[in-house]
């Protein structure tokens, strides 16, 4: 690739907020649990008695808070609040087909229900608001407004003059089809037995939830969206978006994303459904009445979030630094063990294990270029401006297939295209954290119809 555009941005030594262990691994259910899509308070009582889960001991905890405290090397870890009140639901009466037809009822769901937050004011001409869209475990809630005051997980990326400005701009995210947040999923009824989907809900793609959202649109009586924005599978719906509605996309953002899955994404993906799939709980998927798959989720988030930062980062923050008097034993002894126990805990406590299941999937089967005799001719559609953010440290999506995306849309006829390559340390939660580089880059983009050619 000619001229690329590249920004460099090491963030190793910027003074950052301290990440803090919890003294305690237990809690209120009522507090955790995602109550809305009708969890049995009953399936959390591993949290307040002997189970399954074994947990560190407590004085481990507090003695790994204390070693964190004091490490110089600090990053902000990215915020993802329980979704219980707050959003907004759209209820669509209408069949709603899905891609894959060997699914249940040949992948017909009867209607749906989408649960989605806002923020910002529809303009009179209704052409200036913008879709978010979201990672694979977000909900809604991207930021805090006034009816959920609680921070968002892009929190300092929305607002007045911020990347997605709301003095300007009208800011839409939707939970996905498949998720656990307020939409249609498979802990949902499903009307035709009163009963709840569990692994009878159909396949989903990444296109079925694109249309998904815009049903959604359709509702909202916006025709023309002034950018559609996305990372990791977010970003997969924004090119989506892009790609399906070429008419109603006025510009096209996505970050540490790709036309297609990485087979090492995939692979990574696939152990974290077998390991959930594994679990003895888990039974086919029918545990809603019963105890939850919660060792199989706490692993699975644990393989996940090895993926989601990067060894560089893990030297520099934690190095082999143990918790002060912990014995050698079987439990965690150094300190990146115990921040995988805490963030596997934590994913324990905010997601299905079965919506895990779909939507990775759905992530693994993501291929614009599939059908089509070229790549080129797969994304000719994506005609708008276009920003494409790759990060240097990404282990899921790496950097090459930013660039081949960049390549194959300009071959394709596309010349408005901009790549930003970040070298960033945090790997492919970089969206999440580098507020200054990713959101100038994605401010300029959405601002301003001049996009700088490649």
């Known amino acids: 690739m000619t001229a690329v555009s590249v920004m460099r941005r ?40 002997p189970g399954p889960y ?42 709603f087909q899905c891609d894959i037809t060997h699914n249940p009822n040949g992948g017909l769901l009867s ?10 004011e529809l303009n009179a001409k209704r052409d200036n608001a913008i879709l978010l869209h979201t990672g694979l475990s977000a909900s809604s809630h991207a930021a805090a ?15 007045p003059g911020k990347a997605l400005d709301t003095d300007k701009f009208f800011i839409i995210c939707s939970n996905n089809l498949g998720g656990c947040y307020g939409t249609t999923g498979p802990a949902h009824i499903n ?16 296109q079925d939830m694109v249309r998904a959202q815009f049903r959604l649109l359709d509702h909202l009586g916006i ?19 892009a790609a399906l509605f070429p008419e109603r996309v006025n510009s096209c953002v996505s970050i540490s994303a790709a036309h297609r899955a990485h087979p090492t994404a995939i692979a990574l993906r696939y152990m974290q459904r077998r390991i959930i799939m594994s679990d003895p709980h888990w039974a086919g998927g029918n545990y809603y009445d019963n105890t939850f798959p919660v060792v199989g ?8 979030t090895i993926s989601y930062r990067s060894g560089p980062e893990w030297s520099d923050r934690f190095d082999r630094q143990r918790i002060e008097g912990a014995k050698h034993s079987f439990q965690p002894e150094f300190l990146i063990e115990t921040y995988l126990d805490h963030q596997g805990t934590q994913a324990c406590l905010r997601y299905d294990p079965n919506s895990l299941l779909y939507i990775s999937k759905a992530m693994d089967l993501f291929d614009l270029t599939e059908g089509f005799a070229t790549p080129e001719e797969a994304l000719e559609r994506i005609g708008c401006p276009t920003l494409v953010i790759g990060v240097q440290s990404d282990l899921l999506f790496p950097v090459s297939q930013q660039q081949e995306l960049v390549r194959l849309l300009r071959r394709s006829g596309n010349r408005r295209v901009t790549y930003f390559e970040l070298d960033a340390l945090y790997g492919h939660d970089t969206f999440l954290i580098d507020v200054q580089t990713v959101g100038a880059a994605v401010k300029g983009h959405i601002e301003h119809s001049a996009v700088t050619d490649i």
């Not at 969890?39 to 591993?46: G, H, R, T, V």
């Not at 989720?297 to 996940?304: G, I, L, T």
Request: some cysteine.
């Open 10 to 49: 090491n963030m190793a030594h910027r003074a950052l907020p301290t990440y803090q262990a919890p003294s305690s691994t237990t809690g209120a259910p009522s507090q955790d649990v995602p109550s809305h899509v009708g969890y049995p308070e009953s399936n959390y009582a591993y949290l307040t008695r």
């Open 54 to 95: 074994m947990p560190p001991l407590e004085e481990e905890h507090d003695a790994c808070g204390a070693v964190l405290s004091n490490i110089a090397q600090q990053v902000p870890e990215p915020t993802y609040v329980t979704v219980n009140k707050g959003y907004n639901v759209f209820t669509s009466e209408e069949p």
């Open 111 to 120: 209607g749906l229900q989408i649960a989605y937050e806002t923020w910002g």
């Open 145 to 159: 407004h006034p009816n959920h005051d609680a921070p968002g997980w892009w929190e300092k990326f929305i607002g």
């Open 191 to 206: 009307p035709a037995d009163g009963e709840r989907y569990a692994m009878r809900f159909p396949l989903v793609t990444v």
């Open 223 to 241: 025709h023309r969206l002034h950018a559609s924005v996305g990372s990791s599978l977010g970003g997969m719906q924004s090119l989506t978006a």
């Open 297 to 304: 989720m706490k692993h699975a988030r644990e393989v996940a």
